[in-house]
């Protein structure tokens, strides 16, 4: 199992912005894609955003194209998700995991592909 910890959640304002990061091992990111999940209470867990060891190709859901951008820092072992433009449905807790693929852009963000889970953060948007 490798270990995945997430930080950066909290309560913001619609339309302002978070951070989320996804610390993890060097080996774990140069070896897995990185992807982040988002689960709201009574929905299924979706996946958002993935970043691809193999070729850095990033892909994002429909839902948050163009307000989120994922990132990695390597000096620092991490994964940032700035999510930009905040709105309501954006509430659940974020989750990051690492796996495989995310190497094309017709590639879907979905569980299966993903065996290492974060405990999650709750990301809370309201006035």
């Known amino acids: 199992q490798l270990e995945l910890v997430e930080s950066g959640g909290g309560l913001a304002q619609p339309g302002g912005s978070l951070t989320l990061s996804c610390a993890t091992s060097r080996y774990t990111l140069d070896s897995y894609t990185i992807g982040w999940f988002r689960q709201a209470p009574g929905k299924v867990r979706e996946g958002i955003s993935c970043i691809s060891s193999a070729n850095g190709h990033t892909n994002y859901a429909d839902s948050v194209k163009g307000r989120f951008t994922i990132s990695k820092d390597n000096a620092k072992n991490t994964v940032h998700l700035q999510m930009n433009g905040l709105k309501s449905e954006d509430t659940a807790v974020y989750f990051c995991?690492?796996?495989?693929?995310?190497?094309?852009?017709?590639?879907?963000?979905?569980?299966?592909?993903?065996?290492?889970w974060g405990q999650g953060t709750q990301v809370t948007v309201s006035s």
């Open positions: 995991a690492a796996g495989f693929g995310c190497d094309r852009s017709d590639e879907p963000i979905t569980t299966g592909h993903y065996g290492s």
